[in-house]
């Protein structure tokens, strides 16, 4: 299946896009991992979509997709600020996987940027600086945080533009053969660069050095007609492999001469249709045995009532046939009952079976079938004509009730089945709008944070956990931490050994808010810290140590006058995101996004606010706060921060 867009989908995509300006932006959708959909009014054309898929596909869908009813924090955060604003100028950036939609308002001028790379995100730029953005990342070369200057990738090889001497340097300086280096670096990709080799005849592993003047004229000459070609087109064409897209290309391949083709009229049809594909092989996965069961049966109900209205239908037409057919009907059963009473039942069939419009006759059963009107009737020979059409439509009679009361079971069937696949659907949308847990490592199973420094400090849950902290995690570099307080955890500072004193304070912190302190709503408190060789299990005689206690021994350092408050924020760790409760200091240090959380012995639902303020599960932030109620105690978010750095 193809995975992402290339450079070449993205310019004819932008080419589509080009249709937008001048239009205004109506209103912004986000659920799921990364489904972000723009609804903009165009004028004299109503309402068009614009929908940035799984962060890796951006297109125009023709049909409206699914769209939850409550919005995110991010779609609120995108509508405050560039709902009904005007869309100007939408273009490509180089030849990158980049397209800056211009988003005008009068008081100021947005950049609305798509990235098709990297994992893909949506950023909303003012001035040069990050306003807010879906994914947060920090890199080497970049960090992707609102409040920071956004920072494009490094420039590359634009093969829509540059001349021969450019690429002829590109290929004379490469240090791996040509597929590879047109693939990365004339920035064409794997297929494109597949398909130069392709036409030109020149192997793929030659090595661009060893080529000759001619050869590379010849690569840049066909290079130049496929980009060309692609910029022109208005279509898309879709090469299938057993049903698997394998690519969608604005160009027809060589490459894929063997592929089953399907042209579409714009490179977002296409794409449209290759993730309806899939999202139908995904719906096949995501169903409801009873709602499959109901189906079942509401199939078989309609077909039952079918069979049961044919032969009704059956059954009438052979009862008027008789009367059509009234005088040899009635003579063949007249001389049928006379005879059947003189002679033995093989010369009665011999003799019926010499009447032209007699099928077959069974004495033992006293019937015969005749043919009349291109029907086979049955009847019962001892009986007379009427006797015979009479049971015929009795039978017809009470097949139609049969059908009656099959029809009134099927609507019982489907108004069972309504119910079921509404609320079949409303599992569905909850499934796709509810928030998704963060990727989850080792330190979750315990109380954490992230310090100033970057060291990793871990507290206890419970009695085992205490334990397991303690005995599988306190190390010799260690620092060990606890809360001048019965009940309090055991914390672990990882490489405490050089840690500040900015560090050993918010480690003492965090010891003495996840205690019974926040319970008790003690305004402030005190913690120490001692080195691993100071923590003992093994008590004096006469002593008892209960599962997760500790014995100290030696000189505590103390913090005093700890206040009793702590902040969540949003931070990213290994490149993911993760949601943080810590010391106010270590938060903001690492997170743009936080609330500061104080004690309050009044009962609320301030952790199913924190869960949907941080679109995570309620659970999650359960996990991560400390015993007892919270009170937000303030709240710096993407508006104080952009607020912030535009002053």
């Avoid at 960090?143 to 829509?160: A, K, L, M």
């Avoid at 069961?293 to 009532?305: C, H």
């Avoid at 033995?344 to 079938?369: C, H, Q, Y």
């Avoid at 007379?384 to 139609?400: C, H, L, V």
Wanted: with cysteine.
């Amino acid at each position: 299946m193809k995975k992402e867009m290339s450079a070449f989908d993205v310019r004819s995509v932008v080419n589509e896009m080009r249709t937008l300006e001048g239009s205004h932006m109506d209103k912004i959708f986000h659920w799921g991992a990364g489904n972000v959909l723009f609804r903009i009014n165009v004028q004299g054309q109503g309402k068009k979509e614009l929908f940035f898929n799984d962060k890796r596909w951006l297109y125009m869908p023709e049909d409206k997709p699914d769209t939850p009813i409550t919005p995110t924090s991010f779609a609120t955060f995108l509508r405050k600020y560039i709902d009904n604003a005007r869309i100007g100028k939408i273009t490509q950036l180089g030849f990158d996987r980049i397209v800056i939609v211009e988003v005008l308002k009068s008081e100021a001028e947005y950049k609305l940027i798509f990235e098709m790379f990297g994992g893909g995100n949506v950023l909303l730029v003012l001035d040069g600086k990050i306003v807010n953005c879906l994914i947060h990342k920090t890199r080497r070369d970049r960090t992707v945080r609102p409040g920071e200057e956004y920072v494009t990738p490094s420039s590359r090889y634009d093969p829509t533009s540059s001349d021969l001497e450019l690429f002829t340097d590109i290929l004379k300086n490469s240090n791996t053969d040509l597929v590879r280096t047109l693939a990365m670096d004339a920035n064409l990709g794997g297929q494109y660069a597949e398909e130069i080799c392709e036409r030109t005849g020149i192997k793929k592993n030659v090595k661009p050095s060893d080529l000759g003047h001619d050869d590379v004229e010849n690569v840049y000459r066909t290079m130049n007609d496929i980009v060309a070609a692609a910029l022109s087109s208005s279509e898309a064409i879709m090469y299938k492999n057993d049903n698997d897209v394998v690519e969608i290309s604005p160009v027809d391949l060589k490459i894929f001469e063997k592929c089953e083709k399907e042209t579409f009229n714009s490179m977002s049809s296409a794409i449209a249709s290759m993730i309806s594909s899939v999202k139908k092989e995904e719906d096949a996965v995501f169903v409801d045995p009873d709602i499959e069961k109901l189906q079942r049966r509401v199939s078989r109900q309609k077909e039952t009532i079918e069979e049961y209205r044919n032969e009704a239908d059956m059954l009438k037409a052979h009862a008027d046939s008789l009367y059509s057919n009234y005088a040899k009907v009635n003579e063949l059963l007249n001389v049928l009952s006379e005879q059947s009473k003189k002679l033995g039942w093989d010369k009665l069939r011999e003799g019926a079976m010499k009447i032209p419009f007699v099928d077959t006759i069974e004495p033992s059963k006293n019937s015969v079938i005749i043919d009349i009107d291109d029907l086979e009737v049955t009847l019962d020979y001892t009986k007379g004509i009427d006797a015979n059409a009479s049971d015929i439509y009795q039978k017809g009679k009470d097949i139609n009730e049969k059908a009656v009361r099959a029809m009134s079971a099927l609507k019982d069937s489907e108004d069972e089945l309504e119910r079921r696949m509404k609320g079949f659907a409303k599992a569905r949308t909850l499934a796709m709008t509810k928030a998704q847990p963060t990727k989850q490592f080792w330190f979750d199973r315990y109380k954490w944070f992230f310090a100033s420094n970057n060291s990793l400090v871990i507290a206890g849950r419970d009695a085992q956990t205490n334990d397991q902290a303690v005995k599988k995690h306190l190390k010799e570099q260690d620092i060990y931490v606890h809360a001048d307080i019965h009940g309090a955890p055991s914390v672990v500072v990882k490489n405490g050994s050089s840690a500040d004193d900015i560090t050993l304070k918010e480690a003492c912190t965090f010891a003495l808010a996840q205690s019974k302190a926040w319970v008790a709503c003690i305004p402030d408190g005190t913690a120490f810290w001692v080195y691993p060789d100071q923590v003992s299990k093994t008590p004096q005689a006469g002593e008892f140590v209960p599962k997760g206690a500790f014995i100290i021994r030696g000189k505590r350092n103390y913090e005093y006058h700890l206040q009793m408050q702590l902040a969540i924020g949003e931070i990213t760790y290994e490149r993911t995101r993760k949601i943080m409760c810590g010391p106010v200091s270590a938060v903001e240090k690492m997170s743009q996004k936080y609330v500061i959380i104080t004690p309050t012995k009044t009962k609320s639902n301030k952790k199913n606010e924190l869960a949907k303020l941080f679109n995570v599960p309620e659970e999650e932030i359960s996990k991560i706060v400390p015993p007892g109620e919270i009170e937000i105690a303030s709240k710096i978010w993407p508006d104080d921060v952009a607020r912030s750095s535009e002053q």
